[in-house]
């Protein structure tokens, strides 16, 4: 390996450093279709020592004060701040996203998971019930508190679409409430989260509380998920890994949660508000941006458009110009809103999926090809680049309307009453979000109330307050991210009994 390519290193028990294998494996450029760095494919050995790290560094990371765990949190957050384009770059150049949405989203809202966790440790509440209850020789009086302690070395497995977002969102409640981890990113993007090692040594983190271990999941991965000395599982993923996961997890008892795919339905009805301006947040602009953002590449985005018949043709055509109208270039360029596709395998699966629907007898309305080159900067033209897609005349039943794509493709759905809207939207395995656009409140509060996802968003989308309960239902994923939620899943409970005598 040349001296002067790009390495992307373990951090652990404080230190940065190599596979105990000194195997490499390489990393992709999107924009270029070019590898442009190496990662370290760390395997059983480099857990192993991660693990150990973590369990050593427990029994007094457990007993620091919160207030001390809650300060060195926002010093790491102020960190990423401080280095908020060096990792916005990063961030676009491994994920092939564009830098604009790096900076605004990805790496401000990686700094925000730690801070808010690091104030929610701080407020958080215990629960205590006074018992009175009959007993031989007179009533019985006790007091009943709820202890809530640290449950050791949790073993955090992160995707390769918001790699440093997710990541931190794991990392924040788990270290807040007590635990270490031993985090496990994506190899597929592992730059931002190699970075974050020198910044956790530098904002004063004692050794072995965080360490972050590359490498692939069959290997890695798999290996973190079946340690022994790991009770604790957090994943985001593809459904087909997070059923394995449960699976290895459940022989040993683990405690899981698991954030997998989705099939989002986009509903929108025929007195929803059709505004055709420059409004961001009108519903025709937040259903294309629900369908583009981050190339489709968000586990939340509303691949599925389900539009009354009435309003079925304008929604159709305002949706299929947004598309033709997206900026596609070298996500390194501040003018681009839509880069590449994370991984020359993924930009596979999606071109795959399309030619499924042109065979099941969809109509392509836009889209549905690579990007042409001489439409790209010189640079890009071996990138991971395909254009903005919009289908429709699918049977709803069909594979491409039962399975996530997870890229650049929005199908429509035309439906004529609320219960058809409801029956389109919940007829997939998946369940984790919705979004509905009425102006009928009723209709929204009970449209909502019937939707099997774990989040639904009215006249608004990927509107996030860490406050609430984030996950989602059937094949979606098992447990809840996010405030209190995740305080309790990172802790154990435990019930104290006390009798008190008054007389």
Not at 366 to 384: A, E
Request: hydrophobic fraction near 40%; charge should be neutral; glycine fraction near 8%.
């Amino acid at each position: 390996m040349d001296a002067s390519t790009q390495r992307f290193l373990n951090f652990i028990d404080g230190e940065p450093c190599e596979a105990t294998s000194r195997d490499w494996l390489d990393v992709y450029e999107p924009a270029t279709g070019r590898v442009y760095a190496k990662v370290a494919h760390s395997d059983q050995d480099d857990i192993d020592r991660a693990v150990n790290a973590a369990a050593g560094a427990f029994p007094s990371w457990a007993a620091t004060p919160a207030s001390e765990r809650a300060r060195l949190l926002n010093n790491l957050a102020n960190l990423i701040d401080a280095n908020m384009e060096t990792f916005a770059s990063a961030e676009s150049r491994d994920c092939g996203k564009p830098i604009v949405l790096s900076r605004m989203i990805d790496i401000p809202r990686s700094a925000s998971n730690l801070r808010f966790f690091a104030g929610a440790i701080l407020h958080d509440s215990g629960a205590w019930h006074e018992t009175d209850q009959p007993a031989v020789g007179g009533p019985l009086h006790a007091l009943n508190y709820t202890l809530r302690t640290p449950r050791g070395v949790a073993g955090l497995i992160s995707p390769w679409n918001l790699p440093l977002y997710l990541l931190t969102w794991k990392i924040a409640p788990a270290i807040a409430t007590g635990n270490t981890c031993v985090c496990k990113p994506s190899e597929v993007t592992p730059a931002t989260s190699s970075m974050l090692g020198s910044l956790i040594k530098e904002a004063g983190f004692p050794r072995g509380v965080i360490n972050i271990v590359q490498g692939t999941g069959p290997v890695a991965g798999a290996a973190l998920v079946q340690h022994p000395r790991v009770p604790t599982i957090s994943f985001t993923g593809s459904t087909a890994v997070g059923k394995w996961i449960a699976k290895a997890a459940g022989e040993s008892l683990k405690r899981v949660s698991l954030e997998l795919g989705g099939k989002n339905a986009f509903i929108i009805f025929a007195d929803a508000d059709l505004d055709n301006g420059p409004n961001p947040d009108s519903t025709l602009n937040t259903a294309a941006r629900a369908a583009f953002t981050n190339q489709g590449q968000i586990c939340l985005c509303g691949s599925r458009l389900l539009v009354h018949t009435s309003i079925y043709p304008v929604v159709r055509d305002a949706i299929v110009a947004r598309a033709r109208a997206l900026a596609i270039g070298d996500p390194m360029d501040s003018t681009t809103r839509f880069g590449a596709l994370t991984s020359k395998a993924h930009l596979e699966r999606v071109e795959d999926k399309i030619a499924q629907a042109r065979m099941l007898g969809a109509t392509i309305l836009c889209g549905g090809s690579r990007v042409s080159p001489d439409k790209l900067p010189s640079r890009c033209n071996d990138g991971f680049f395909f254009e903005p897609t919009v289908i429709e005349g699918l049977d709803p039943a069909c594979s491409v309307e039962q399975e996530e794509i997870f890229g650049p493709v929005v199908s429509l759905q035309p439906f004529d009453t609320e219960r058809d809207a409801i029956r389109i939207a919940n007829g997939t395995p998946y369940g984790l979000a919705a979004t509905v656009y009425t102006k009928d409140l009723a209709r929204a509060h009970r449209v909502a109330a019937h939707l099997d996802a774990g989040v639904v968003w009215v006249n608004c989308w990927l509107v996030r307050d860490l406050r609430t309960p984030f996950g989602g239902m059937k094949q979606s994923g098992v447990g809840r991210e996010g405030g209190v939620d995740a305080l309790r899943f990172f802790t154990e409970s435990k019930n104290v009994c006390i009798r008190v005598d008054y007389a």
